[in-house]
């Protein structure tokens, strides 16, 4: 059974940084794909970033480009890292994964994380 569980939400001041972790178990991921959306009060759930863990390409929304990066590290986990940060980027950031790049990036993907909060003020 596929488990992904993310840490390192958390609140911080606009301009500041945050790190999410996505620590996936229960098959190898050497041929999946990792990514993260993630849903603000009363909008739609939206894609920020997604790598392909045996090429390392990845795929940023405009919104995050140059403020986040998302890398593959070792032992199944990937990670977020998020600069800059805004007011907008409130929001619940969820981990998915499939083995289609495409089916991440379009929010379709077979396994979801429950979420972790990013609460970020001025």
């Known amino acids: 059974q596929v488990q992904l569980v993310e840490t390192g939400g958390g609140s911080v001041q606009a301009g500041g940084s945050l790190t999410l972790s996505c620590a996936a178990s229960?098959?190898?991921?050497?041929?999946?794909?990792l990514g993260w959306f993630r849903q603000a009060p009363g909008k739609d759930r939206e894609f920020v970033t997604a790598v392909r863990w045996s090429s390392g390409t990845t795929s940023y929304a405009d919104s995050v480009k140059g403020r986040f990066t998302i890398s593959a590290g070792s032992a199944n986990t990937t990670f977020l890292e998020m600069n800059s940060l805004k007011p907008e980027d409130t929001a619940v950031y969820y981990c998915?994964?499939?083995?289609?790049?495409?089916?991440?990036?379009?929010?379709?993907?077979?396994?979801w994380g429950q979420g972790t909060q990013v609460s970020v003020s001025l």
């Open positions: 998915v994964a499939d083995v289609n790049f495409g089916d991440v990036i379009r929010g379709t993907a077979r396994y």
């Open positions: 229960g098959r190898t991921f050497s041929t999946y794909t």
